[in-house]
């Protein structure tokens, strides 16, 4: 399981970039934020630096959630690149020196979805991860309880052409972030969890599918893996729009001795069933609550989610569930 303890406490809130629904992603206001409104635990995304310092951003390239394109002093480093298939322009993280990243400012992803969040912009700087892991400690502390971290590999192929190894990044970092409590190790590159199980790590790993895995994928995870990640729909599909019956993959996936986390629960119409919607305006609050109780009581062991006090909401109106 993606802690051994997980699935006999009950399923876990996970703040997904921290309480990016209330603050811009990544920064220690949104983790701290999500750790305080009822979340287990953080999601976050980790790159590394030209340096090799491993931070917390989701986007390899930096102008959409930074104020990167406002820095004079670093326009010599705009270019273009193929980035898993996509090309891009603008400024890479690991294109940059800590030196140089920790100047930045963080700015929100959605500015029109999310102005109050936007209002914190220029607030807060980029995040690494050694003191994330600080943060998560003080307020596990605060807590009176062990609160855990779910990191993301990103682009593992990309950085390898690039001259990371991610692997070798990981192994590098002090025994107590990398062997910490409550950790797990999640991607969408099933190459790297396999790399990293056959070094012998003793932290989980979560595959990552973009797409709902079938029988066949989840026996393959079974051999390296402890969890598998899925979009809510892989769980709780739609019917023309509204939320139909409950899906059979959390057993599937039990069969196969895996937890499910499910990603990513938000709280705007916009990313709700046309159930669950209130009102007309798109970027409005609809019942997000509902669905995340609809997800817990379809067996998820996690739910990755943009506002984890809502998501908290959700799981207290399950019988027999408790916060791990």
Known sequence: MTE???TRTGPLVIGHRGASGHRPEHTAAAYRLALRLGADSVELDLLPTRDGVLVCRHDLELSRTTDVARRPELAHLRRTLEVDGEEL???FVHDLTWAQLSTLR???RWPRKRP????????YP??????LCDLVDRESERAGRRLGVHAELKHPDFLESSGFCVPELLDALPAEQRERPRLSWMSFDDTVLRRMAARGTRRPLVQLYAKTPKGRHLGDAATYAQAVGVRRKAVLPRENGRVGRSSDLVAKAARRGLD??????RAENTHLPRSLRVGTS?????????????LFEAGVSGLISDVPDVAALGRSKVAGTRAG
């Open 106 to 108: 963080c700015t929100e």
């Open 116 to 123: 109050f969040s936007a209002s914190y912009d220029g607030r």
């Open 4 to 6: 051994p303890s997980m």
């Open 282 to 294: 798109e970027f409005g609050h609809g019942l997000a609550a509902e669905e995340a109780r609809l």
């Open 126 to 131: 980029v995040l690494p991860f050694a003191k």
């Open 89 to 91: 322009t603008g400024w």
């Open 260 to 265: 499910v986390l499910v990603w990513t629960h």
